[in-house]
């Protein structure tokens, strides 16, 4: 490539758009942390007391006095028996999933309150706040204690092409540092989430989506299999299904003895409440008044709200219907836990932008085949569906043609006084076209409806070769028959097939044969 070609392919990326404009210069800076707790200006208190609640995790403390809860992303305490609930941590931070520590002392909970979901913990009374992980890229939720209080087990959230994601399991000492790793995703598409620790610490149990495919599905059928409970041996390593069975296992929760595992599976059409026998593996039905659990969705933060044994075993707190149920292991009676909270939130008002609906111009954020003219004189390139012609180094881009339609796929004749294109419009269909480079004498090649696509001229500006398409979702499926590679002669006439396959079809030096790639070889015709 010579050096006036490379000038001119940096004069182009740099200055062509719709409208030429010179970008005032500026010192860069360094932007302060952000702060997310820091009251903005324009924010507006909001303030109401509400008996009700959604997705509310929970935790029991390990006296049975107390229940902790989230609730719109804040942490509160109130007594196990109900009433007026305390806040013990607020603000614009998102706060979720608190957990006691084995001892009480402390609460461990998820916060995006560094800029990203971590873990932290705090005292009870929602204050001394340590970090706990300190990700940048991978969210960490879910906390749960190992039994000796030093440890703590989050979700580490691995996302890679798609919005969705995948989890691992990952240990964290109280003090922080990086982290070990407990499991393995599957792959970046199928979840794992909501760990907890059998008593005694040896095993971790937690909920994975093992669903056939090997990513994340919209049509998913709990009832033929999505999450089961896993459990993992952290003396040997293994890893095995525990818990599997139609409409799916999950949010598992050991019992203070480790004798039995509460777990939630969706049983004709409700989600419920279940208890496995771990010698055993004996299940059974113990309510089913729960709210629906997410098995379809992608809960990252978990397939159901977190919930909680009492520590003599004896019953289990969780929340449903927006409010807390104590649910008793002999018979499944659930009561009701009655309770008040005052909650109170920054509204801060949605940075806004005024914005030209139809301006006359404005730049172009992406070009599509650009080409330089065989003279090197003038580019050419699509832009919103339309071609333009700029003289270089900076002239003013003009539109080729009037035509309504889209144009694409433009190519210059080899002495360049002609340029040939498709077009697309929803009525007529498609067609292949040329008209000079001065946008002059239109002419419209093809005389069957369809859909066309990669026009070349041969090197003699003589013949025309082009690639006959079938439709699509879009385009529609009509007139995609009669698909493959054409030559028409540039002046018109009858259009003559070539082959039925291939792609990006163009002209040899005397244009006595057609080259195109295939999908096994390079071919020629």
Request: hydrophobic share 35%.
């Amino acid at each position: 490539m010579t050096r006036t070609v490379c000038a001119i392919l940096l004069t182009l990326f740099a200055t062509v758009s719709l409208r030429a404009q010179q970008a005032p210069s500026a010192t860069p800076t360094v932007p302060a942390k952000w702060d997310v707790s820091a009251r903005r200006t324009t924010a507006k208190d909001l303030t109401f007391e509400t008996s009700t609640g959604t997705f509310m995790s929970l935790d029991v403390s390990p006296d049975g006095r107390t229940i902790l809860f989230d609730l719109l992303g804040d942490i509160y305490s109130m007594p196990i028996t109900g009433g007026t609930a305390t806040l013990l941590l607020g603000g614009p931070a998102w706060e979720m999933a608190p957990r006691f520590s084995p001892d009480g002392r402390r609460i461990a909970i998820a916060s995006d309150r560094d800029g990203l979901m971590n873990l932290w913990t705090m005292d009870t009374r929602g204050s001394d706040l340590r970090q706990v992980s300190r990700e940048r890229e991978r969210e960490v939720s879910n906390p749960a204690w190992a039994p000796d209080g030093q440890y703590i087990v989050g979700r580490k959230h691995f996302r890679n092409t798609r919005s969705v994601g995948a989890g691992e399991m990952w240990l964290y000492h109280t003090g922080g540092g990086n982290g070990l790793k407990l499991t393995d995703r599957r792959n970046w598409e199928q979840n794992a989430t909501e760990p907890t620790f059998s008593p005694d610490g040896r095993y971790l149990y937690f909920s994975e989506d093992v669903s056939p495919g090997g990513g994340f599905q919209y049509n998913r059928d709990p009832y033929t299999g999505v999450y089961v409970v896993q459990r993992l041996d952290r003396q040997t390593g293994q890893r095995r299904t525990w818990i599997n069975n139609s409409g799916g296992s999950i949010r598992p929760q050991v019992s203070p003895d480790g004798k039995t595992v509460a777990f939630i599976r969706r049983i004709d059409g409700k989600s419920v409440l279940m208890l496995s026998d771990v010698e055993s593996g004996r299940e059974t039905r113990l309510w089913d008044g729960l709210d629906r659990d997410q098995q379809e969705a992608w809960a990252i933060y978990g397939t159901y709200q977190g919930y909680a044994w009492t520590p003599d075993g004896q019953r289990i707190i969780i929340s449903a219907q927006g409010k807390f149920f104590s649910v008793e292991l002999e018979g499944g009676r659930a009561t009701p836990i009655p309770f008040t909270a005052r909650s109170s939130h920054v509204i801060t008002d949605a940075v806004r932008f005024p914005q030209q609906v139809a301006p006359d111009s404005f730049d172009v954020k992406m070009l599509r085949w650009v080409s330089v003219s065989p003279d090197q004189r003038r580019v050419m390139y699509q832009a919103v569906g339309r071609i333009w012609v700029k003289d270089l180094p900076s002239g003013t881009p003009r539109r080729l043609t009037s035509a309504t339609h889209f144009e694409l796929f433009p190519s210059w004749s080899v002495n360049g006084t002609s340029i040939v294109y498709a077009t697309w419009d929803d009525d007529s269909l498609g067609s292949i076209r040329t008209i000079s480079a001065d946008g002059s004498n239109p002419r419209v090649l093809t005389r069957a409806l369809g859909h066309y696509v990669e026009p070349r001229f041969s090197n003699d500006g003589q013949q025309v070769v082009y690639r006959r398409i079938g439709g699509d979702g879009l385009r529609g499926n009509l007139y995609s028959r009669n698909a493959g590679v054409y030559v028409v002669p540039a002046n018109g006439g009858d259009a003559r097939l070539v082959t039925e396959e291939g792609f990006d079809p163009r002209f040899n030096r005397d244009g006595t044969r057609i080259f195109l790639t295939s999908g096994r070889t390079i071919a020629r015709r």
